[in-house]
């Protein structure tokens, strides 16, 4: 019984994209890398109107009948976003936050992954030698 409610749960909660105001969801989460997609197939229209809040006005990021875009090279920050479909009113608007990784956590991958590539280095030096010793001796 256990198991099948923690199935459902992972069904419906994995599925699931995570909604920001009533017309735009985050499609692709990579606020830890710099990137996010922002998707509004739920919204009635042909053509979308996405502005990002900077300073105090509004700008125009993407313009178009997609309704997906890829935000990426964001910086860590607080970003704003809003959008219209057929030349309405916007939607509600909804906060963005990007935290990168910490730099330990790259540092960490970094140093692990040197440690293997000298392990597999000393591992063919070894190999090798033992096999240049094995060459002069009948089988």
């Not at 069904?11 to 969801?25: D, E, M, R």
């Not at 030698?129 to 060459?135: N, V």
């Amino acid at each position: 019984m256990l198991f099948r409610i923690l199935m459902l749960m992972t069904v419906f909660t994995a599925s699931a994209p995570l909604a920001f105001g009533q017309t735009l969801t985050l499609a692709d989460d990579g606020r830890s890398a710099g990137y996010a997609t922002l998707a509004w197939a739920a919204v009635d229209g042909n053509s979308f109107l996405l502005e990002e809040y900077e300073g105090d006005e509004w700008h125009t990021i993407y313009e178009g009948g997609d309704r997906a875009t890829t935000l990426s090279g964001l910086v860590d920050g607080s970003y704003r976003f809003r959008l219209s479909a057929d030349g309405g009113a916007p939607g509600p608007e909804f906060d963005l936050t990007v935290a990168h990784h910490p730099l330990s956590r790259a540092f960490g991958f970094f140093g692990a992954g040197a440690v293997m590539l000298a392990v597999l280095i000393v591992l063919l030096v070894v190999g090798a030698r033992r096999h240049e010793g094995d060459e002069g001796e009948p089988s």
